[in-house]
């Protein structure tokens, strides 16, 4: 089965600064997608960005961009200009091509401080 | 226009009862999951079902039991309660073949087994 590393169990921003969140992954695929997801105190779990494989460029959303780096298997999120209501815990996540199952990371606890 | 409904949100019952939890998505999707998520966030699927036919069925004890009526509902039916049954349960959905399967999440339903 495929795994999902977050070695960051916590990591702290102030307000405005810009912080990466890390993950790397183990898989022998090269066709996949990949997830960040972020879940707030009010549990919700909300898709973040994706990206799939096979695309060179890196997703962005807005604030939010990731760095992909397929032959490292490290796929870590940029969160620029950090807000309080970024604060939360960030999933990230691999599917397979083929499947339907998720495989998530640990998760890393993002503290925004005013 | 809630894309994944839980219900209940809080499940507070006594060991050895009987419980269910009901999830409906409106996203017109094809697929619906089961995770639990425990004290320390860990998300881990239990069941996924494609057209109401079950395609994952994690290592679970067979007190739980999913029934999909339709392909807009997945319910959970948990049998004689335990105390390590107590976690956040999230349902999910997603299409298959389309935007790399991104899963959509319920709000959760948080349950307390004293």
């Known amino acids: 089965a495929q795994t999902v590393t977050q070695s960051q169990p916590e990591m702290s921003v102030q307000e405005a600064e810009t912080v990466t969140l890390s993950c790397t992954y183990d898989?022998?695929?090269?066709?996949?997608?990949l997830f960040w997801y972020k879940q707030p105190p009010s549990r919700q779990m909300i898709l973040v960005i994706r990206?799939?494989?096979?695309?060179?460029q890196n997703a962005t959303e807005n604030r939010f961009s990731v760095n992909f780096q397929k032959a490292a298997k490290s796929f870590s999120l940029k969160i620029s200009d950090s807000q309080l209501g970024d604060a939360a815990m960030y999933f990230c996540?691999?599917?397979?091509?083929?499947?339907?199952?998720?495989?998530f990371g640990t998760g890393t606890s993002l503290t925004v401080i005013p | 226009d809630t894309a994944v409904s839980q219900t209940p949100k809080y499940l507070v019952t006594q060991m050895g009862n009987d419980k269910s939890i009901k999830c409906e998505q409106n996203?017109?999707?094809?697929?619906m999951y089961w995770y639990k998520q425990d004290s320390k966030k860990f998300l881990k699927i239990m069941f996924s079902?494609?057209?109401?036919?079950?395609?994952i069925n994690e290592t679970v004890p067979n007190r739980f039991s999913p029934k999909s009526p339709d392909k807009a509902h997945l319910n959970l039916h948990i049998n004689s309660l335990e105390l390590g049954d107590s976690a956040v349960y999230f349902c999910?959905?997603?299409?298959?073949?389309?935007?790399?399967?991104?899963?959509?999440f319920g709000p959760g339903t948080r349950l307390l087994v004293l």
């Open positions: 990206q799939e494989a096979y695309k060179q």
């Open positions: 079902y494609n057209n109401k036919e079950l395609i």
């Open positions: 996540a691999y599917r397979s091509n083929t499947g339907n199952q998720f495989y």
């Open positions: 999910a959905s997603s299409q298959y073949g389309l935007a790399g399967e991104t899963q959509y």
């Open positions: 996203l017109g999707h094809d697929t």
């Open positions: 898989t022998s695929e090269s066709d996949y997608y």
